[in-house]
Every structure is written in structure tokens, then in C-alpha cells.
């Protein structure tokens, strides 16, 4: 019982600190080099050819940029949709918000047919949409059923043609919808796109925006720093609280020693009028909770490490770097808190002349 408490806390703490850090370096460590790193909305159409121009005089690759038209989800299947129609938060999120609808002839590298098929050069025009899967599964929508959509005002109903699922941490531009080229040509466009820049070319997004103000530029590097910075707070504020946790379970434990300080007593008593030395039983009380405190640490960093792996691997979706310093640190934290608490609370017992506990006895 002592190994499984004193292994969850350690193993908490090594989840918290350790691990962590782990998790966020093996995502980005997932992604390509060239992965795109700032994102360009609000772009018009007026502005496309300007901006690939500039880029490409600046000696960065040309990025290709997606147009899209804003509309809201009104109707499915002729009935209308309203987020108390559902359950999940998500979906109701997804209801209340508007969507991007974006023309496409081909579906995007990232992108993975599941359901359906892509449109012919002969659908160019036709009223068609791809969905994304998981998508359409939490608003309940099937391949070919109807959808509509308030486009400026004006409802305009749609055919689920195919469903697709996205890989969203390509960081490329995707869309939850697309439609046909033709299809959204009368109606005010925007254009988003995504690229990479080297360090030593970020000078260039300041002229880039003072030539084109109503472009909107997002840094994911500082974003995704900031969010490193929060976790870091956030993790600090929890490992206080497993802390005072884990002086608890030395408490427990402490408690334990004191409820069996008689029968230890007694034992050492006995075992020095048999003759052993003083250092030979403090050897032994350092083995018996170094011992305890090992077991709990490799617990912990073994419970650390498998929970670290199912979060990558399911719950982030990339592959974990297994790291055995995780439990080489569990067993050393294990060690130190276990094995210096227990000898701390059992010296008293060598202290205590055979003698006078023998004829206490």
C-alpha cells in the first residue's frame, strides 16, 4: 500500500515536470521543418497576386493562397438546425459559428477521402460539398444529404458529395467545407493562406502588413510559446498541490513507523543482545526504506512514461520518444523522499538502551 501511494505521487510530479516537456517537444519534433509557422487572413482578392509577388522578390517560397466565402449552417435535410438539437458542446458550438466555404478542384495532400468521391471537371459549378468526417459525425450529417446555407442573406442548398478526413496538425490551410470552383463566384471572397519563415526572414511580415493594413498576420511560434509559458505556470501552481500531497503520504508514513516503534524496539533489542552491531541494523533499516522508496520511484516512472505514451499516441497523435531518465528520476525521488523519511523516523529505536526495552517488555 505504501509502494502504490508514495508511486502515484512521485509519479504525478514526474507527469507534471518531466513528461511535459516531453509531450511538447515529440509534437514539435513531429512536425516537418518547412511546417508553416504564420498565417495570413482577411487577405482580398485584389491583394492575392500583389503578395505572392513580394514574396517571391524576397526569395521565399511562393505560398498558394485559398479563397472562402462566410456562411452559417441553417438547415439539414430541409429541417432547420439549432444547437439545443444537441448535446455535445462542441456541436453547439459548431452550429452557433459561421463557416468558411472554400472552392477546391482537388481535395489537399493532407486530406483523405473516407466516404463518397471527389467531383469530376464536369461538377465544376454544381451545388456539391465535402465535409470533414468528424464533423459530420457530431452534427449528424450522411454522405448526400442536403445542407443549407445562409450565404449573405441568401440560403443556398448543398449535396454532401464525399466525407474527408484532415490532418489539422499539418498546420496547411483546411477547410471543415468545400465546394466546386464556380460555385461561390458572385459572392464577396476572402483568402487565407499559411507558410514558413526562417528567423532571418521575419523582418520581412512588417512591410508586408504597412502595404497591406487590413491583412491580418499570425505568428504561431509566439503563439505556441505563450501557451508554453502558461502550461509551465499552470504545471508549477499543480506540482505545489502534489507536493503537499506527497508530504502527506511521508506524514502516513511516519505515522505507520511510530504505530510499529514498539515491535521495532523490540526486535532491535534482541537482535543486539544476540550480538549485532548498531551499524549493522541502521544498514538494514537504510535497505528496507531505500528498498520501498526504489519501488515506489520505478513505479511511478513506469506509470509516467505509459501514461505520457497513451497521450501521445491517442490523444495528441504522434509518435513518443520514450525517455529513460523519467524513471531513473522516479527511482532517484523515490530514494531520497521514501529512504531519508523512514531512516529519519526509526533512528530513535537504535537509540534505546537493550536493556531497559527488554525489561519494558
Do not use: C
Not at 506527497?246 to 515491535?263: K, N, R
Not at 520501498?292 to 513505479?299: I, N, T, V
Not at 531518465?325 to 531512516?343: C, K, M, P, R, S
Amino acid at each position: 500500500m505504501q509502494i502504490v501511494a508514495f508511486g502515484l505521487g512521485i509519479m504525478i510530479l514526474l507527469l507534471l515536470s518531466t513528461v511535459r516537456n516531453d509531450l511538447l517537444d515529440g509534437w514539435q519534433q513531429s512536425l516537418p521543418a518547412d511546417a508553416p509557422n504564420h498565417f495570413m487572413i482577411n487577405v482580398q482578392s485584389d491583394q492575392v497576386d500583389g503578395i505572392q509577388q513580394f514574396f517571391l522578390e524576397k526569395g521565399v517560397k511562393q505560398p498558394i493562397l485559398h479563397s472562402m466565402v462566410r456562411a452559417r449552417l441553417t438547415h439539414i435535410n430541409g429541417r432547420k438546425v439549432s444547437s439545443d438539437d444537441y448535446s455535445s458542446e462542441r456541436a453547439k458550438h459548431m452550429i452557433t459559428r459561421e463557416f468558411n466555404l472554400s472552392p477546391a478542384s482537388t481535395p489537399q495532400l493532407d486530406n483523405v477521402i473516407v466516404a463518397g468521391s471527389w467531383w469530376q471537371a464536369e461538377d465544376h459549378g454544381k451545388r456539391l460539398m465535402s465535409l470533414e468526417a468528424k464533423l459530420a459525425t457530431r452534427l449528424g450529417i450522411k454522405l448526400h444529404d442536403n445542407v443549407s446555407f445562409d450565404i449573405n442573406g441568401t440560403v443556398r442548398e448543398f449535396n454532401i458529395s464525399n466525407l474527408r478526413e484532415v490532418d489539422w496538425q499539418t498546420f496547411n490551410i483546411n477547410f471543415f467545407t468545400v465546394v466546386p470552383p464556380g460555385v461561390l463566384d458572385n459572392y464577396p471572397t476572402s483568402w487565407v493562406t499559411s507558410l514558413h519563415l526562417k528567423p532571418e526572414q521575419k523582418h520581412l511580415i512588417a512591410p508586408l502588413v504597412k502595404d497591406n493594413p487590413n491583412v491580418t498576420v499570425i505568428d504561431v511560434e509566439i503563439i505556441m510559446n505563450r501557451v508554453r509559458s502558461i502550461m509551465d505556470r499552470v504545471t508549477l501552481a499543480v506540482e505545489f498541490i502534489f507536493m503537499f500531497s506527497l508530504l502527506a503520504g511521508l506524514a502516513v508514513l511516519y505515522a505507520a513507523i511510530q504505530a510499529s516503534q514498539d515491535e521495532r524496539r523490540y526486535e532491535s533489542a534482541v537482535l543486539r543482545t544476540l550480538g549485532a552491531q548498531r551499524s549493522v541494523l541502521l544498514r538494514g533499516l537504510f535497505a528496507e526504506f531505500i528498498t520501498l522508496g526504489a519501488l515506489s520511484g520505478l513505479l511511478a516512472g513506469f506509470a509516467a512514461t505509459a501514461l505520457a505514451w497513451v497521450l501521445a499516441e491517442y490523444v495528441f497523435h504522434f509518435p513518443y520518444q520514450f525517455n529513460p531518465i523519467v524513471g531513473l528520476t522516479g527511482i532517484v525521488a523515490g530514494v531520497l523522499l521514501v529512504g531519508f523519511a523512514g531512516v529519519l523516523g526509526t533512528r530513535s529505536v537504535l537509540s534505546q538502551p537493550p536493556v531497559e526495552t527488554l525489561r519494558q517488555s
